[in-house]
């Protein structure tokens, strides 16, 4: 019984280091197969009509004479024309039908491989990130490490984030966007063709030199920064309210939690994600829809969206919202629910395993 009574004290929580990453990386690439589609619809959204008026969009063969052809890029197809809008897509539906229609499944799962590797170096480091950044925080602020307040979690969010973008996540989420973007049948925006993530890069690195791979740098941190300062701190304001509502700890409270985090990041990010779709698919190089050279079109993410403000209004900014929200909802729902699951199962067996070695 003595034994016993030494062992009622409150266990310090395990630190999630390595065992953050891992989790982090497997909970992000278990949702990343499930909505990489709306991701490519999402993206090809987001260039349509990408700073001009369209009538409509003539598709020849002769196209791929010209530029196209010089960059490398297969020969287009006449397949869909723009409607009255001047878009080839009418909404992310539309596109998603278009795209399954004339590409198959490697035309929605298009970038899937970058995809995998980028959600490895961004959501391991910021889920993995996320906890020692808030941690040091609080007790550089005098608070108790495990003590959650809003400011310091939004800046531990944002943080880890831009850590994970700007140290590892660049060129992978560059390339990503790049081969997603593409489309043999339906081209629109700026096209590049690679056949995988390697090829990418290795083609950004000949044509635009090491200094390419960090184009759209500044737009990915202001998105990953917006992005992450609200996911992890919304997923846990919801889950400790729900707690304080006396709905337990379990997988219905995780499932609000992550709808509600991914209806906030999806409020703050849009534009962000706008103008670095936009950015990244952009190169001195850059091949438009036509066929036609088309070179450099933003200096900076915030050139991108005052000129997109400019040409297509707040709905400019706020194309492929729909997209982007009937990706980013499951996807964080799925990324933040199998990493506090995974999270817990290392918890309890650590803890296991300390508590026998104790015995």
């Known amino acids: 019984m003595a034994h016993a009574a030494t062992q009622t004290p409150v266990q310090p929580p395990i630190q999630l280091t390595a065992a953050g990453f891992v989790s982090g990386a497997l909970a992000a690439c278990t949702a990343v197969t499930i909505t990489n589609p709306m991701e490519v619809a999402k993206t090809r959204l987001q260039l349509d009509g990408e700073l001009q008026g369209r009538a409509h969009i003539k598709l020849a063969p002769a196209v791929a004479g010209s530029g196209a052809a010089a960059a490398g890029i297969p020969e287009v197809h006449a397949s869909v024309k723009a409607g009255p809008s001047g878009k080839v897509y009418t909404s992310a539906l539309d596109c998603m039908q278009k795209t399954w229609k004339f590409e198959g499944l490697r035309g929605i799962q298009r970038g899937l491989g970058a995809a995998y590797a980028y959600q490895i170096a961004l959501n391991g480091s910021r889920l993995g990130f996320f906890e020692p950044f808030r941690h040091a925080i609080n007790s550089v602020a005098g608070y108790e490490q495990n003590s959650v307040h809003a400011w310091t979690s939004l800046l531990a969010g944002a943080s880890s984030g831009v850590v994970g973008v700007a140290i590892l996540g660049n060129p992978l989420f560059l390339v990503k966007a790049r081969m997603q973007a593409y489309s043999p049948f339906n081209p629109v925006g700026a096209q590049h063709h690679y056949t995988s993530a390697f090829n990418g890069l290795a083609s950004i690195v000949r044509k635009e030199g090491i200094k390419g791979l960090a184009r759209g740098v500044d737009a990915a941190m202001l998105r990953t920064a917006m992005g992450s ?97 009937a990706r980013i909802a499951p996807h964080t729902v799925i990324t933040l629910v199998t990493n506090e699951m995974i999270s817990r199962q290392w918890t309890a067996w650590k803890r296991a395993r300390t508590a026998v070695a104790r015995d």
Not at 230 to 235: E, K, R, T
Not at 247 to 255: A, W
């Open 229 to 325: 300062s609200v996911q992890l701190p919304a997923y846990n304001l919801a889950k400790t309210t729900l707690n304080g509502w006396g709905m337990g700890d379990n997988v219905g409270v995780y499932l609000l939690s992550s709808t509600f985090s991914g209806m906030c990041v999806c409020a703050v990010m849009q534009p962000a994600d706008t103008a670095l779709t936009r950015m990244y698919n952009q190169s001195p190089n850059s091949i438009g829809p036509d066929g036609k050279p088309r070179g450099l079109l933003y200096k900076n993410p915030i050139d991108c969206l005052w000129k997109t403000w400019k040409t297509e209004g707040i709905r400019g900014w706020y194309a492929g919202t729909t997209a982007h929200l």
